[in-house]
Nanobody, 114 residues
Framework: QVQLVESGGGVVQPGGSLRLSCEAS????????AGWYRQAPGKQRELVAE???????FYGESVKGRFTISRDNVNNTVYLRMDNLVPEDTAVYYC????????WGQGTQVTVSS
């Protein structure tokens, strides 16, 4: 059973930065890539960023130019660097992997507030 553990969330002021981490229990990211998603209260879960098995990254429109996804195959970890955060980025952030993105972590809360 694949386990994903996210960390790095917290409270930050607008314009600030955070780096989220997602550690997997095995080498699954090199097989299937990974994605970061987020869900704000009262809203549907949305894709934030994806990284493929060959390290090609894709981003949601609202985070392009501010967020960066990366992968460390040695440590089985995927990162999401978030810069220039705005209040609209407030959400629970989840990482996911697997051939149909069936594995999910427990989520980490990000709150952007002054």
């Amino acid at each position: 059973q694949v386990q994903l553990v996210e960390s790095g969330g917290g409270v930050v002021q607008p314009g600030g930065s955070l780096r989220l981490s997602c550690e997997a229990s095995g080498t699954i990211f090199s097989q299937y890539g990974a994605g970061w998603y987020r869900q704000a209260p009262g809203k549907q879960r949305e894709l934030v960023a994806e990284i493929t098995t060959v390290n090609i990254a894709f981003y949601g429109e609202s985070v392009k130019g501010r967020f960066t996804i990366s992968r460390d195959n040695v440590n089985n970890t995927v990162y999401l660097r978030m810069d220039n955060l705005v209040p609209e980025d407030t959400a629970v952030y989840y990482c996911s992997t697997g051939p149909v993105r069936e594995y999910w972590g427990q989520g980490t809360q990000v709150t952007v507030s002054s």
